[in-house]
């Protein structure tokens, strides 16, 4: 069976504000057949900027959602069975190479160790996908291009990336948007307006402060619309705070308590 999601995109490119100069960087990378790394919190932007990019280069783009299981053999293909026959099936990778597409490997670090080392060849001049199993050396067209992402914040000693394979991309950091772009993103995603917007996103730049001290991570962009969108389709203000800002954050009662009076603090 193979493990993580994998979608391709249309040519219409989902909505994206740019924070600096990041898609210009993304598109010189890409004419220059260099793989990307983009760094950042959960929840921040980096895969919705990936699709954008996918549909604005008009590529196809196979994302593949990493988890602990991942394996090398979940990218590259396996044999499988089918109708009494076994037939070789081409994984994600695979198949964005032979098509010359886009691949974005989310959270890369969570994937097994095997995963990294089926990556050198592509991320370095040889641009090729050894397929062992088969026998095949694929080169990878001018067109494919390679991403993956992770948050830095969660390393660790266990899950980390090692210098030698970090040095293989160009690497494009990612933090949550300046309140003046955070604003219209969270009121054209949710439908609320900006002025309703505005005070639940200066709730979440101080729920992202406490980051490190009575929280493992902030409030990402994501939960931001999720409380906006349930308060633009009629429910209390509080209660859609609570249910996508606060409970998503920690199920520690002392702390979820030191939440709500940050909450009472922002909306009196």
Avoid at 133 to 160: C, H, W
Wanted: proline share 6%; aromatic share 6%; with cysteine.
């Amino acid at each position: 069976m193979m493990h993580g999601s994998i979608n391709v995109t249309g040519a219409e490119a989902p909505f994206y504000l740019p924070q600096g100069d990041e898609c210009g960087l993304f598109q010189a990378a890409s004419d220059k057949c260099l793989p990307v790394l983009l760094k950042g919190p959960t929840g921040c932007g980096k895969t919705r900027f990936v699709a954008h990019m996918a549909a604005r280069l008009g590529r196809p783009l196979y994302t593949v959602a990493c988890h602990d299981d991942l394996s090398a053999a979940d990218l590259i293909g396996r044999y499988l069975l089918k109708g009494g026959e076994t037939q070789w099936v081409d994984g994600p990778l695979t198949r964005a190479v032979r098509e010359g597409a886009i691949c974005y490997l989310d959270e890369v670090v969570e994937a097994r160790k095997d995963v990294t080392v089926v990556l050198h060849p592509l991320t370095d001049d040889r641009r090729i996908l050894p397929i062992d199993r088969t026998g095949e050396e694929l080169s990878a067209p001018p067109d494919f291009m390679l991403v993956a992402s992770y948050n830095p914040g969660y390393q660790n000693i266990l899950k980390t990336l090692k210098p030698s394979t970090r040095q293989r991309f160009i690497s494009l950091e990612f933090r949550f948007p300046r309140a003046e772009h955070e604003v219209p993103v969270v009121a054209r995603e949710s439908g609320l307006s900006e002025e309703r917007v505005a005070p639940l996103v200066r709730l979440a730049n101080k729920l992202r402060a406490l980051k490190g001290q009575d929280l493992e991570e902030g409030v990402s962009t994501r939960l931001v619309v999720y409380a906006a969108t349930l308060i633009a389709g009629g429910m209390s203000t509080d209660r859609a705070i609570l249910a996508a800002m606060i409970e998503p954050l920690t199920d520690d009662p002392d702390t979820k308590g030191g939440l709500l009076d940050l909450v009472t603090a922002v909306f009196g």
